[in-house]
């Protein structure tokens, strides 16, 4: 079974100063990851995919993500925040199998600091 | 290229009505899935439907349901709609990449 857990519900920087959302996840084979972001009133946008092909992954926007097996991690960073970055993030683990279910983390709210 | 298209936007519904949602995937998305989304619950997911046909279901009782039709369009609905029931309902497809292509969601208040 299939499981993620993003392990911060809030975070808050200040702008300018780096980023760091953290998603654990498990999994009994190698996963498809994905990082959405969210703002207020809007759907999910992608932000970046983790597929297998590199561990570094980078995204939208500044966002990059690294996919560490040995952690079962896969932890969204950004070296500089912006106000505009203030949004819900959500990991994402899908399914290989079609018979299962698409899994989505409990989202991270980024809170920007002026 | 147009988006994935909710609607409505907002709706307010009261306890025991049914409400109708609609959602338009990206032109050539075959699979088109439905996720609640509240405060105290997060995002869930509700079904899943490629080429007409329900592949995937949630937890959500059977007052929840959906159906594709032949030009990919999906509608889900609700039946004796409950307090509980508030939501934004979210519609997402995808061409099978694994990359989710959401709307922007209809949101359901129920009173």
């Known amino acids: 079974a299939q499981s993620v857990t993003q392990l911060d519900s809030h975070v808050s920087v200040s702008e300018g100063t780096p980023v760091l959302l953290r998603c654990n996840y498990s999994?009994?084979?190698?996963?498809?990851l994905f990082w959405y972001v969210q703002h207020p009133n809007k759907g999910l946008q992608l932000l970046l995919k983790?597929?297998?092909?590199?561990?570094l992954v980078k995204g939208i926007n500044g966002f990059e993500a690294e996919f560490k097996k040995s952690e079962t991690s896969f932890h969204l960073t950004k070296p500089s925040a912006h106000m505009s970055d203030a949004a819900e993030y959500f990991c994402?683990?899908?399914?290989?199998?079609?018979?299962?279910?698409?899994?989505f983390g409990k989202g991270t709210r980024l809170h920007i600091l002026p | 290229k147009a988006g994935v298209t909710q609607t409505p936007r907002y709706l307010i519904k009261t306890r025991g009505q049914q409400v109708t949602l609609s959602c338009s995937p990206i032109?050539?998305?075959?699979?088109v899935s439905w996720y609640q989304q509240t405060p105290g619950q997060g995002l869930q997911f509700l079904f899943e439907?490629?080429?007409?046909?329900?592949?995937n279901k949630g937890n959500f009782p059977g007052r929840f349901s959906g159906r594709q039709f032949s030009n990919s369009r999906s509608e889900m609905n609700v039946s004796t709609l409950e307090l509980g029931d508030s939501a934004l309902y979210l519609c997402?497809?995808?061409?099978?990449?694994?990359?989710?292509?959401f709307g922007e969601g209809s949101r359901l208040t129920v009173l």
């Open positions: 997402a497809s995808t061409r099978g990449t694994g990359e989710l292509f």
């Open positions: 999994s009994s084979y190698s996963p498809s």
């Open positions: 983790y597929t297998s092909a590199a561990t």
């Open positions: 994402v683990v899908t399914p290989l199998n079609r018979d299962d279910k698409i899994i």
């Open positions: 032109s050539g998305h075959r699979s």
């Open positions: 439907y490629f080429s007409e046909t329900q592949r």
